[in-house]
């Protein structure tokens, strides 16, 4: 029996082996068709030709008695993927971008959901990323503006614990420009040196937001003192270089396996569905062809006037541009006066919305461009 186990494991092992393979060859087969969307002025997502895929895809797999709803899930996401690179590529291609290094900064350190996130938007479209890691976000923003570093990732908000404040107040003080988001699931860990029981954990660590997006967990741990720290990795890290058993730190399986810790609990989130949309900054913006689905990113000063933000938000129902988000923050030095940040839908060289942000311009005391760039989150990307 264990021979002929260790056999089927064998053929698994072939059969994974040539699916790679065959995404592999299908990338390569992506990115000729990039060479044909280039300069080509329909849209780059074809909606037409995905749904007749997934149609042949359904019945490709009703044929070979594989789920119909697994088959379509798994093309969904390699569509989604084929799409991501023809975006970035096509928005690379039109800001002339051909280094095969880029430089990004990032808060935390090795293991830390921001390093993961930096991959994930760069690696397939540079030979060589080079990540490096500071301890607050400030200093990670500063690095770009020095010139240290071409981009800086910053997380901007979380399903579960909600906006991250630090980034806008970043946003609205620099002069940075929003050139790309990037979404992650964030699936939080217990870690520990060794396989213990939970009732011999006695001190946490995690970052402040990581602990916030954990706390129905945390509250069944009743003799456990939980605390801040710099970040997700770094108390893995601290774990680790403590020695302590009675020490654990909230992080993800990547920190687990850099740090060699052991993973007590998985999925800590009060949430199941747990995602943090970070932005990528630069020193410079970038232009975005009109055949990309956009996203623009304001910071809107009302004028101290009754209905001010309606009127402002009217511009937008006005030209039909819609509204993903609308966030208040404290105006600095200002007591009970606010700015806003929103993202809306659409290109700013885009006749309606380069009329609506003229429009806006004249009806609030200030407003700035943030940045326009390639949406990733929200709608069918979500």
């Given at each position: 029996?264990?021979?002929?186990?260790?056999?089927?494991?064998?053929?698994?092992?072939?059969?994974?082996?040539?699916?790679?393979?065959?995404?592999?060859?299908?990338?390569?087969?992506?990115?000729?068709?990039?060479?044909?969307?280039?300069?080509?002025k329909?849209?780059?997502?074809?909606?037409?030709?995905?749904?007749?895929?997934?149609?042949?895809?359904?019945?490709?797999?009703?044929q070979?008695?594989?789920?119909?709803?697994?088959?379509?899930?798994?093309?969904?996401?390699?569509?989604?993927?084929?799409?991501?690179?023809?975006?970035?590529?096509?928005?690379?291609?039109?800001?002339?971008?051909?280094?095969?290094?880029?430089?990004?900064?990032?808060?935390?350190?090795?293991?830390?959901?921001?390093?993961?996130?930096?991959?994930?938007?760069?690696?397939?479209?540079?030979?060589?990323?080079?990540?490096?890691?500071?301890?607050?976000?400030?200093?990670?923003?500063?690095?770009?503006?020095?010139?240290?570093?071409?981009?800086?990732?910053?997380?901007?908000?979380?399903?579960?614990?909600?906006?991250?404040?630090?980034?806008?107040?970043?946003?609205?003080?620099?002069?940075?420009?929003?050139?790309?988001?990037?979404?992650?699931?964030?699936?939080?860990?217990?870690?520990?040196?060794?396989?213990?029981?939970?009732?011999?954990?006695?001190?946490?660590?995690?970052?402040?937001?990581?602990?916030?997006?954990?706390?129905?967990?945390?509250?069944?741990?009743?003799s456990c003192?939980v605390?801040?720290?710099?970040?997700?990795?770094?108390?893995?890290?601290?774990?680790?270089?403590?020695?302590?058993?009675?020490?654990?730190?909230?992080?993800?399986?990547y920190a687990?396996?850099?740090?060699?810790?052991?993973?007590?609990?998985?999925?800590?989130?009060?949430?199941?569905?747990?995602?943090?949309?970070?932005?990528?900054?630069?020193?410079?913006?970038?232009?975005?062809?009109?055949?990309?689905?956009?996203?623009?990113?304001?910071?809107?000063?009302?004028?101290?006037?009754?209905?001010?933000?309606?009127?402002?938000?009217?511009?937008?129902?006005?030209?039909?541009?819609?509204?993903?988000k609308?966030?208040?923050?404290?105006r600095?030095?200002?007591?009970?006066?606010?700015?806003?940040?929103?993202?809306?839908?659409?290109?700013?060289?885009?006749?309606?919305?380069?009329?609506?942000?003229?429009?806006?311009?004249?009806k609030?005391?200030?407003?700035?461009?943030?940045?326009?760039?390639?949406?990733?989150?929200?709608?069918?990307?979500q």
């Amino acid at each position: 029996m264990p021979n002929k186990l260790d056999s089927i494991r064998k053929l698994l092992d072939q059969t994974d082996k040539t699916i790679v393979n065959a995404l592999a060859k299908r990338q390569e087969l992506v990115r000729e068709v990039l060479s044909f969307k280039i300069g080509d002025k329909k849209n780059i997502r074809d909606v037409e030709r995905e749904d007749q895929l997934l149609n042949k895809i359904a019945e490709l797999a009703r044929q070979a008695g594989l789920d119909r709803y697994f088959a379509e899930q798994l093309f969904k996401d390699i569509i989604h993927h084929s799409v991501r690179f023809q975006t970035h590529s096509l928005v690379d291609h039109q800001n002339e971008k051909k280094d095969t290094l880029v430089k990004v900064a990032y808060q935390g350190t090795d293991g830390a959901f921001s390093h993961q996130a930096a991959f994930r938007h760069f690696e397939e479209r540079y030979t060589e990323v080079l990540c490096f890691g500071y301890d607050t976000f400030q200093e990670a923003a500063q690095a770009v503006e020095d010139e240290k570093v071409d981009y800086a990732i910053l997380p901007i908000e979380n399903t579960t614990a909600g906006s991250i404040n630090e980034t806008y107040d970043i946003l609205g003080s620099r002069s940075l420009h929003i050139v790309g988001e990037e979404a992650i699931r964030v699936i939080h860990c217990l870690l520990a040196l060794e396989k213990v029981p939970l009732n011999r954990i006695r001190r946490i660590l995690s970052h402040p937001q990581a602990i916030a997006q954990c706390t129905q967990f945390l509250a069944k741990l009743h003799s456990c003192k939980v605390e801040s720290y710099i970040d997700t990795a770094m108390s893995a890290k601290k774990v680790l270089d403590d020695g302590d058993l009675s020490q654990a730190a909230i992080a993800g399986s990547y920190a687990a396996e850099i740090y060699g810790l052991q993973i007590l609990e998985r999925d800590l989130a009060n949430q199941p569905e747990n995602f943090t949309r970070f932005v990528i900054v630069s020193r410079e913006p970038v232009a975005v062809d009109r055949q990309i689905p956009c996203k623009t990113s304001l910071l809107m000063a009302t004028r101290h006037e009754e209905g001010s933000l309606i009127q402002c938000l009217k511009v937008l129902d006005e030209h039909n541009i819609n509204m993903t988000k609308l966030e208040s923050r404290p105006r600095p030095n200002e007591p009970w006066k606010y700015l806003f940040y929103l993202d809306i839908e659409g290109n700013i060289q885009n006749t309606d919305v380069r009329l609506a942000l003229e429009e806006l311009e004249q009806k609030s005391s200030s407003l700035k461009v943030l940045g326009c760039y390639p949406a990733q989150v929200g709608g069918e990307e979500q």
